[in-house]
């Protein structure tokens, strides 16, 4: 597609439940990455994907977080038994491969609001 | 580690007034370091980027950055605010190690006054 496609936009679910978010990278692009924002603080780098293995996990914060990616396309980032501080913006970006990013800046999705309630 | 603060979490200007973001970065490696705008409900769009080429970087819409090694500073600027520069603001870095990931500063809030 033209841009990075995420959704749903936004998500209200109760505190227990699992929560799935999509992200569609630009077609072509094989790397791709997982940001979270909560409110009144800059990003947070979750998880980067190279095709669909993931080099860099490191930012996920607890194991109720997962993510997957196929091929070098569709990525679900899954939170199990959601807590309400789980409640951000969570932002999908894409670049053409790893490196890229820094040359050509990186391409973000408008971002899936989850609120936990 | 790298690391990038925003002093001020909220800027108010006039239209027609200068725009002046500021951003300092620690790094142990050369870094670099970007700058991206936020309107409401959308995405991040990069503005501008530093990579060890020119030190100083003009970007889209009328904005520049100049990249001080000996202040670690890399200051946004534009010399005439306009109503539609109203947004949110980061600074981010990143380097050579690590080229995929991004550090955010926390962002600075831009409103603009007629």
């Known amino acids: 597609g033209a841009g990075v496609s995420q959704s749903p936009s936004n998500k209200v679910t109760e505190k227990g439940k699992d929560v799935e978010l999509r992200c569609d990278p630009i077609?072509?692009?094989?790397?791709l990455y997982w940001y979270r924002q909560r409110l009144g603080q800059g990003l947070e780098f979750l998880i980067y994907?190279?095709?669909?293995?993931?080099?860099?996990k490191s930012g996920l914060p607890s194991d109720r977080f997962s993510a997957e990616r196929t091929g070098e396309s569709v990525s679900t980032l899954t939170i199990q038994r959601t807590q309400q501080e789980d409640s951000a913006v969570y932002l999908c970006a894409s670049s053409l491969a790893r490196g890229t990013g820094y040359l050509y800046g990186y391409t973000f999705g408008s971002g899936t609001r989850l609120t936990v309630v | 580690a790298q690391s990038v603060t925003q002093l001020g979490s909220h800027v108010s200007v006039s239209e027609g007034a200068l725009v002046l973001l500021r951003c300092n970065y620690s790094s142990s490696v050369p870094p670099y370091l970007f700058w991206y705008v936020q309107y409401p409900n959308q995405g991040l769009q990069l503005l501008l980027k530093y990579t060890s080429a020119a030190t100083l970087v003009k970007g889209i819409n009328g904005f520049e950055a100049e990249f001080k090694k000996s202040e670690t500073s890399f200051h946004l600027t534009k010399p005439s605010a306009h109503m539609s520069d109203a947004a949110e603001y980061f600074c981010?870095?990143?380097?050579?190690?690590?080229?995929?990931?991004?550090?955010f500063g926390a962002g600075t809030t831009v409103t603009v006054r007629a």
């Open positions: 077609s072509g692009h094989t790397a």
């Open positions: 981010a870095v990143s380097g050579p190690l690590n080229d995929y990931k991004l550090s």
């Open positions: 994907f190279q095709g669909n293995s993931a080099p860099d």
